[in-house]
């Protein structure tokens, strides 16, 4: 009777969060129905309130993909919102998160699942390499370097890790169920919503799970490929980029104290640092440098590392705007984030639609939460 039920039991959840790129999602289900592994498999796509027609996306694709695929609408806005809704409506063993723009390898589930019984941990992140929408700039290196976090691109090399200082990107990780029961689900305060850069939730997230005694490690063999769009191939976008890190990491100081440039090798007790305006005081030292570093640079025509230095400034403005914004609010210092929920007027009659609140980070996913189903093909 064992042997039988777990012949039945769904090994693996792959949940894709979703915001008006219909056409973006439609290839990558393409990509991802060609995954081949023996082990049973399901697909859920969750909906973060678009307006376009990715409901339709859905309902097509599910005529012709070769196992359960299953829409989800989250009306509340946020990639981490998203996700924990399709955590919640999932089943597998392991869940597996990516994004509406991948291709995946033919292997990929089976690695995943193979990296986490290698290495005998919790969770497992992967390599994500690039398909360029348009010529790769000059500034930008073409194998890994701190840039290609800007654009959601990963490669630490060819041997495993633990993962630490150094983390995995959303778009290629496959988690042992259990990690979400024990650490929580994903904080919706600090990831990525419409109209902002934020992206901190994958290192919230991993601290909470440090915490607990989870352990996660780099798989160099679990390979996504990540379309890159000619937008996010300019400076204009990096410094933006850079400004929300900023902001990002400020909010994550408020909530838990750690070091804004690497959170992972806190030492410090910020209740004993000189602050200005919120700000740690050694901040605006580190700032003073990087501006004459900056302007050295250009006098010397090194333009690449100008603009490296020209970088860090925008994320310390970042931080010097949150926090300002913290204590403006607050009156001292504090979280920094008003979670509003999206209306569900479109919501059709016969979808799943999430009501939990995903914003909690001490929000846990329950045992009985993949009874919760969702448009089933």
């Known amino acids: 009777m064992d042997f039988v039920r777990r012949l039945e039991s769904m090994k693996f959840s ?3 969060a979703t915001y008006n790129r219909a056409g973006d999602l439609e290839q990558t289900l393409r990509s991802i129905a060609g995954v081949s592994t023996r082990d049973k498999w399901e697909v859920i796509t969750v909906d973060n309130n678009s307006s376009d027609h990715t409901h ?3 309902r097509e694709a599910q005529q012709w993909f070769p196992i359960p695929l299953r829409y989800v609408f ?7 919102a998203a996700l924990n809704a ?3 409506a999932s089943s597998g063993e392991i869940i597996v998160t990516t994004d509406d723009d991948v291709r995946v390898e033919k292997d990929w589930l089976d690695r995943a699942g193979e990296a986490l019984d290698r290495l005998d941990c919790d969770y497992v992140g992967g390599k994500v390499l690039p398909i360029w929408g348009a010529p790769r700039p000059r500034w930008l290196p073409n194998r890994g370097g701190r840039h290609w976090a ?6 630490y090399g060819a041997e495993p890790f633990e993962f630490s200082r150094l983390m995995p990107l959303g778009v290629n990780i496959a988690f042992r169920r259990e990690a979400f029961e024990r650490a929580g689900l994903w904080d919706n305060r600090v990831g990525r919503k419409a109209g902002t850069l934020l992206g901190q939730e994958v290192r919230e997230w991993g601290l909470r799970a440090r915490a607990v005694g989870l352990a996660g490690f780099y798989a160099p063999e679990m390979t996504v490929h990540h379309i890159i769009p000619a937008d996010r191939l300019t400076k204009g976008y990096f410094r933006r980029w850079f400004y929300w ?3 990002s990491r400020a909010m994550l100081y408020a909530q838990s104290r750690v070091d804004m440039e690497a959170p992972e090798e806190t030492s410090l007790d910020f209740s004993r640092v000189p602050h200005i305006g919120g700000v740690p005081r050694y901040m605006f030292r580190s700032s003073l440098r990087a501006f004459k570093s900056m302007i050295s640079a250009e006098v010397h025509r090194d333009r690449v590392a100008a603009f490296e230095h020209e970088l860090w400034l925008w994320f310390f403005a970042g931080i010097v705007r949150q926090r300002f914004k ?3 609010r607050d009156g001292a210092t504090g979280t920094a984030v008003d979670v509003s929920r999206a209306g569900d007027d479109r919501v059709p009659p016969d979808v799943y639609v999430t009501r939990q609140n995903s914003s909690s980070r001490a929000e846990s996913i329950e045992p009985s939460a993949s009874a919760q189903r969702a448009g089933a093909k």
């Open 14 to 16: 792959v949940v894709i």
């Open 56 to 58: 339709a996306v859905v």
């Open 74 to 80: 989250e009306p509340e806005q946020g990639r981490c």
């Open 86 to 88: 399709g955590i919640r």
């Open 150 to 155: 800007v654009i959601a691109l990963l490669d």
């Open 245 to 247: 890190h900023g902001v």
């Open 326 to 328: 913290d204590r403006k």
